[in-house]
């Protein structure tokens, strides 16, 4: 008797399994919701009315157009991201995630978006450039959970280099506007777009060239997914396709940049 009563639970629990999985295939995703920090020009931002604007929220709005969803935007911290996609807070990051290999271990991506290089910013005139032995005694701000940030506390961090990290790109801005850091690392489009154009980044400039470390920034930007949501990056990654093929990733890429930003 007790080895029937095993045997039809374990048929219980295999048709359960079956039901889940089944469900979990015919998910639809009539809706998509993507999370957004939304501090970086000219990718994610906030205009003057509060909408979310810029070159990532235009390429998710044109992939939900062409998948027939509903866009969701989730405002989030960038650190947390990757938590919060875990915890389903929402199904993807598109938000200037770069796929570092640190990050591919815990996640999935979809096919690239992109690729901009990082750089250095810091007064004009102050000769710093960004080695070690220059910053040495400095402070260099970075954005809290990027690769910026794993970049500048692998290389400078134990040379005698504070690193400070902020919970968004504004933060870093201000506090190297008021001389509280002296320069700051980050995406090197979103620094010349985002700040270096603009009146207050006029004083400022690039320091140095363009830093190089594949193990740390990898081979470009995606939208960061679920492991297991391999339907969904299937979709996306068909619609990137489209999108590129047709030009209309071309067309939108070319309101914000003058330049490939797509990369090699």
Known sequence: MKRLLTLLLGA?????????????????????????????????????????????????????????????????????????????????????????????????????????????????????EPTAESLAGKAVGVEQGSMQETFAKAHWGSKGVRVVSYADQDQVYADLLSGRIDASLQNAVQAERGFLDTPRGKPYGFAGPTLEDSAIFGPGTAIGLRKEDTDLKEKLDGAIAAMIKDGTYKKIADKYFDFDVYGK
């Open 12 to 128: 219980v629990l295999a048709v359960s399994a079956i039901s889940n999985l089944s469900v979990a295939e015919a998910k639809d995703w009539s809706t998509i919701r993507f999370g957004v920090d939304a501090s970086y020009p000219p990718f994610e931002s906030k205009a003057a009315d509060g909408t979310l604007v810029g070159f990532d929220i235009d390429v998710g709005n044109e992939l939900c157009r062409r998948l027939n969803a509903k866009c969701v935007w989730v405002e989030n911290a960038f650190d947390g991201m990757i938590p919060g996609l875990k915890a389903r807070k929402f199904d993807g990051v598109l938000s200037t995630m770069s796929m570092t290999p640190a990050r591919v271990q815990q996640i999935a991506f979809s096919s690239k978006l992109f690729h901009v290089p990082t750089r250095l910013v810091a007064k004009k005139g102050s000769k710093i």
